[in-house]
C-alpha cells in the first residue's frame, strides 16, 4: 500500500556570498570570556550588509543565547565549539516558543530564531549547551504542569509566563519559530538542556548531516530532533545517542495543539541511525495539530526502547495519517520494534475514550527487519478510534512475543515472519 505522497523537495537557506569572522567583532577565545555581545554585534553587522556567513574559528567560545537574524549562516569551522552559559539571567528576558506542544514565553533557546527567513547553521564544529545545570529541573514539574493547564484554559499566551526557579521550562539548544527557508548541516550537539533541534512551523527546511550526543541516562528529554507543525521538510543524516527520542514529529498538545492547527506535513525522514534512544523515529505524542504525509527510509535502530512509534493519548484530537516506512533495520529493541498506539498516559491522560479522540489511519510498513525485540508488533487503538488501514510487508522479527493486536480496523500483513 502507498501512503506517501511525492512532494517538491526543500531548497533550504539562500545565503549572500559574504563572510565576516567572530574574531572581527572583540571575541575571546579559551571558553573564560562571554562572547555574547560579539555574536550580537557580528550579525546585527552582517544583517546591515544584507545578510552573510558568520565563521566561527577553531576553539573554545563562550556565550549566552545567540539569535538569528534573515539572510545569516552560522558556520562553525572544524575544531570550533561553542560552549553556552550556565548562568540562567543570560537566557532572559523570555522569549516566544513552544514547551512540550503549547504556546508559551520562557528562556531562549541557545540558538534562537522566529520568523526569520534564510537562516543556516552549518560546519563541522561543536555546539555545546552545558545542559547539566539544567536537567535537575526535570524533577520539579510545577512549570510544565501551569504550562499545560494554561493551555487547556487557552490563557492568553502573554501571560503564560515560565521563567523562574518555581515555574522552570528547560530551553533547548536549537529553537527555530516560524522560519522560511532553513539549513542545519554538519554540526555536532551535545548537551543539550532539552530538545537539542526543534524547528517549529518553519516550511522549506533541510537538517542534513548531524550528530546528537547527550548522555543516555542522565539527559532527560534531550531528544535529537523534532519537527513541529514544520511543512516541505528533509531530515537527511542524523547520528544519535541521546537521553530521549532520536527523531520525531509533532504537531501541538491537546486544546492548544488543536486551536493553532499547524500540522506536521510533508516531510522525509532517511538515514537515522539510533545508537541509544528511546524512539527510533517517533511521530507524537503531541500531533493534535496532525501529522500527514511522512516518508521515513533507510534507518538504522541499534539500541532503543522502540524502532517506529507512533503514540498518542485520548484528548490529543488531530490525526496521523499516509505515513510510509521502507527499509528499516534494527538489533536490539527492549520493547517494540514497531508501536502504534493511542495508549500514551505517560503525561497524565487518563485510559479510556474522551471528547476529542485521535485518530490514526493509511500506515505502510515496507522492508522492517529486526533481530531482536521483546514484541514485534504493538497495534493498539481504541474502541471508539480503531486504527485503520495498517499494512506491513516483507517484515521480520526475532521477538519474545510476535504481535499484540488490539482494536484495528484493516490489518494486511504479508511476508511477514517471527522467529
Given at each position: 500500500m502507498n501512503c506517501f505522497t511525492p512532494f517538491e523537495l526543500p531548497t533550504g537557506a539562500q545565503i549572500p556570498d559574504r563572510q565576516v569572522s567572530l574574531c572581527d567583532f572583540g571575541a575571546v577565545p579559551g571558553g573564560k570570556v562571554k562572547n555574547t555581545r560579539a555574536f550580537s554585534e557580528a550579525i546585527s553587522s552582517l544583517e546591515a550588509l544584507g545578510g552573510g556567513r558568520l565563521n566561527v574559528p577553531r576553539g573554545l567560545w563562550l556565550s549566552g543565547p545567540i539569535h538569528l537574524k534573515s539572510k545569516i549562516e552560522l558556520h562553525l569551522e572544524k575544531g570550533a565549539e561553542i560552549r553556552f552559559s550556565m548562568d540562567r539571567e543570560d537566557y532572559l528576558p523570555p522569549v516566544f516558543t513552544m514547551y512540550e506542544g503549547v504556546r508559551c514565553y520562557s528562556y531562549s533557546a541557545q540558538i534562537y530564531a522566529r520568523d526569520c527567513h534564510d537562516i543556516a547553521v552549518t560546519g563541522e564544529g561543536t555546539l555545546n549547551g552545558q545542559g547539566f545545570c539544567w536537567w535537575y529541573s526535570a524533577v520539579d514539574r510545577r512549570g510544565v504542569e501551569a504550562l499545560y493547564q494554561a493551555g487547556q484554559d487557552d490563557l492568553p499566551v502573554e501571560k503564560r509566563v515560565y521563567a523562574s526557579d518555581e515555574l522552570c521550562l528547560r530551553p533547548g539548544l536549537l529553537h527555530f519559530i516560524g522560519c522560511e527557508n532553513v539549513t542545519i548541516q554538519g554540526n555536532t550537539y551535545t548537551f543539550s538542556p532539552f530538545w537539542t533541534i526543534h524547528p517549529t512551523w518553519c516550511k522549506n527546511l533541510i537538517v542534513k548531516d548531524i550528530c546528537v550526543r547527550n548522555p543516555w541516562v542522565h539527559a532527560p528529554n534531550t531528544d535529537g530532533c523534532n519537527l513541529e507543525g514544520c511543512q516541505r521538510a528533509l531530515v537527511d543524516g542524523v547520528d544519535t545517542d541521546t537521553g530521549d527520542d532520536a527523531v520525531c514529529l509533532k504537531a501541538g498538545r491537546d486544546a492548544d495543539g488543536r486551536r493553532v492547527g499547524r500540522p506536521c506535513q510533508d516531510v522525509i525522514v532517511r538515514r537515522v541511525l539510533t545508537r541509544r534512544s528511546h524512539g527510533g523515529v517517533t511521530i507524537g505524542s503531541e500531533m493534535s495539530g496532525g501529522v500527514r504525509n511522512i516518508l521515513v527510509e533507510d534507518c538504522e535502530f541499534r539500541q532503543s526502547l522502540i524502532g517506529l512509534w507512533i503514540k498518542t493519548a485520548p484528548e490529543r484530537g488531530g490525526i496521523v495519517e499516509n505515513i510510509e516506512?521502507?527499509?528499516?533495520?534494527?538489533?536490539?529493541?527492549?520493547?517494540?520494534?514497531?508501536?502504534?498506539?493511542?495508549?500514551?498516559?505517560?503525561?497524565?491522560?487518563?485510559?479510556?475514550?474522551?471528547?476529542?479522540?485521535?485518530?490514526?489511519?493509511?500506515?505502510?510498513?515496507?522492508?522492517?527487519?529486526?533481530?531482536?525485540?521483546?514484541?514485534?508488533?504493538?497495534?493498539?487503538?481504541?474502541?471508539?478510534?480503531?486504527?485503520?488501514?495498517?499494512?506491513?510487508?516483507?517484515?521480520?522479527?526475532?521477538?519474545?512475543?510476535?504481535?499484540?493486536?488490539?482494536?484495528?480496523?484493516?490489518l494486511n500483513m504479508e511476508n511477514v515472519r517471527f522467529f
Amino acid at each position: 500500500m502507498n501512503c506517501f505522497t511525492p512532494f517538491e523537495l526543500p531548497t533550504g537557506a539562500q545565503i549572500p556570498d559574504r563572510q565576516v569572522s567572530l574574531c572581527d567583532f572583540g571575541a575571546v577565545p579559551g571558553g573564560k570570556v562571554k562572547n555574547t555581545r560579539a555574536f550580537s554585534e557580528a550579525i546585527s553587522s552582517l544583517e546591515a550588509l544584507g545578510g552573510g556567513r558568520l565563521n566561527v574559528p577553531r576553539g573554545l567560545w563562550l556565550s549566552g543565547p545567540i539569535h538569528l537574524k534573515s539572510k545569516i549562516e552560522l558556520h562553525l569551522e572544524k575544531g570550533a565549539e561553542i560552549r553556552f552559559s550556565m548562568d540562567r539571567e543570560d537566557y532572559l528576558p523570555p522569549v516566544f516558543t513552544m514547551y512540550e506542544g503549547v504556546r508559551c514565553y520562557s528562556y531562549s533557546a541557545q540558538i534562537y530564531a522566529r520568523d526569520c527567513h534564510d537562516i543556516a547553521v552549518t560546519g563541522e564544529g561543536t555546539l555545546n549547551g552545558q545542559g547539566f545545570c539544567w536537567w535537575y529541573s526535570a524533577v520539579d514539574r510545577r512549570g510544565v504542569e501551569a504550562l499545560y493547564q494554561a493551555g487547556q484554559d487557552d490563557l492568553p499566551v502573554e501571560k503564560r509566563v515560565y521563567a523562574s526557579d518555581e515555574l522552570c521550562l528547560r530551553p533547548g539548544l536549537l529553537h527555530f519559530i516560524g522560519c522560511e527557508n532553513v539549513t542545519i548541516q554538519g554540526n555536532t550537539y551535545t548537551f543539550s538542556p532539552f530538545w537539542t533541534i526543534h524547528p517549529t512551523w518553519c516550511k522549506n527546511l533541510i537538517v542534513k548531516d548531524i550528530c546528537v550526543r547527550n548522555p543516555w541516562v542522565h539527559a532527560p528529554n534531550t531528544d535529537g530532533c523534532n519537527l513541529e507543525g514544520c511543512q516541505r521538510a528533509l531530515v537527511d543524516g542524523v547520528d544519535t545517542d541521546t537521553g530521549d527520542d532520536a527523531v520525531c514529529l509533532k504537531a501541538g498538545r491537546d486544546a492548544d495543539g488543536r486551536r493553532v492547527g499547524r500540522p506536521c506535513q510533508d516531510v522525509i525522514v532517511r538515514r537515522v541511525l539510533t545508537r541509544r534512544s528511546h524512539g527510533g523515529v517517533t511521530i507524537g505524542s503531541e500531533m493534535s495539530g496532525g501529522v500527514r504525509n511522512i516518508l521515513v527510509e533507510d534507518c538504522e535502530f541499534r539500541q532503543s526502547l522502540i524502532g517506529l512509534w507512533i503514540k498518542t493519548a485520548p484528548e490529543r484530537g488531530g490525526i496521523v495519517e499516509n505515513i510510509e516506512y521502507r527499509n528499516i533495520r534494527a538489533e536490539h529493541l527492549r520493547e517494540s520494534a514497531l508501536c502504534i498506539t493511542m495508549g500514551y498516559y505517560v503525561d497524565g491522560n487518563l485510559p479510556g475514550d474522551a471528547p476529542f479522540m485521535p485518530r490514526v489511519k493509511n500506515i505502510s510498513v515496507n522492508g522492517l527487519h529486526c533481530q531482536y525485540a521483546g514484541t514485534g508488533v504493538l497495534l493498539q487503538g481504541m474502541e471508539k478510534s480503531p486504527l485503520e488501514g495498517i499494512s506491513l510487508h516483507n517484515f521480520t522479527c526475532h521477538a519474545g512475543t510476535s504481535l499484540k493486536v488490539e482494536h484495528v480496523q484493516g490489518l494486511n500483513m504479508e511476508n511477514v515472519r517471527f522467529f
